[in-house]
């Protein structure tokens, strides 16, 4: 796995819903391989460890990486508060991404709350082949739609509270759209439903998960996630090396 070090300038910033928050970096060694739904670990001032990001979008010609992170804590609290033309200390593209393989398939991508960037660089390349189905608590943390509809995927948006979109669970908006090949991110009740859907339908899935990383490359163990091999015996993986990115039959969830 190819990763650097590099000093990405901050080119622009907002703060897409409360406590979360859209940067785009410059970036160019780091865009030119970047894959979508591999992450970043930028090193936050003040702090020895860094912190694991999602890259959300990509721009290879641009040579620009778009993250949108939540602030959950001390450090990300501390990132949220860099300005523009500050520089990160950014470790990265780190893990296994999505393999995206014939564009040309249906496409259906699930994302709860904070799991939802992961997709964007994903669904783009799908374009109106993809269906998309986005998850959260109310209207005010909903993040990102307009962006998947700006790259031409269909966009259903279900929230707990009922204040947007459809009233209750994002599965339920998915179990509504055809699909070759299913792509998800987020908590893990929503990644379970995923995994029976793809059961149902016999059809492949990815799915990203959401875990705690100190070193981010394999090397601290920290990130240990039970995985399955054929036989069904269990074994632990690492979420920073062997995934986020895994095929759902291989997750003991």
């Known amino acids: 796995m190819k990763y650097d070090v590099n000093r990405c300038r901050i080119l622009y910033k907002r703060e897409l819903a409360l406590g979360i928050y859209d940067f785009l970096l410059e ?7 970047a894959q979508p739904g591999q992450f970043v670990h930028i090193l936050v001032p003040g702090k020895t460890l860094r912190r694991p990001i999602s890259i959300c979008d990509i721009d290879s010609r641009a040579g620009t990486l778009r993250i949108v992170f939540q602030v959950r804590g001390e450090g990300t609290e501390i990132l949220s508060q860099m300005k523009i033309g500050d520089f990160m200390d950014v470790l990265g593209p780190l893990g296994k991404g999505f393999r995206l393989g014939d564009t040309n398939r249906k ?10 960037p992961p997709l964007l660089a ?15 608590r109310n209207k005010d943390a909903a993040i990102l739609e307009a962006d998947f509809a700006r790259a031409g995927c269909r966009v259903f948006v279900a929230t707990d509270d009922g204040s947007m979109g ?7 908006c998915a179990k509504e759209a055809e699909a070759d090949i299913i792509f998800a991110c987020g908590p893990t009740p929503m990644l379970k439903a995923v995994c029976q859907l793809a059961k149902e339908r016999g059809i492949p899935a990815q799915i990203s998960l959401e875990e705690r990383m100190a070193c981010g490359i394999g090397a601290c163990l920290g990130c ?30």
């Not at 496409?107 to 939802?116: K, S, T, Y």
């Not at 994903?122 to 959260?136: D, H």
């Open 27 to 33: 970036a160019d060694e780091m865009a030119k391989i």
């Open 107 to 116: 496409a259906l991508f699930i994302g709860g709350g904070i799991g939802v």
């Open 122 to 136: 994903a669904a783009r390349q799908f374009g109106k082949n993809a269906t998309v189905a986005l998850g959260f």
């Open 166 to 172: 459809h009233h209750g669970l994002v599965i339920d």
């Open 224 to 253: 240990a996630t039970p995985l399955l091999r054929e036989d069904g015996s269990q074994y632990f993986g690492h979420v920073c090396k062997d995934g986020p990115v895994f095929d759902y039959e291989k997750v003991a969830l």
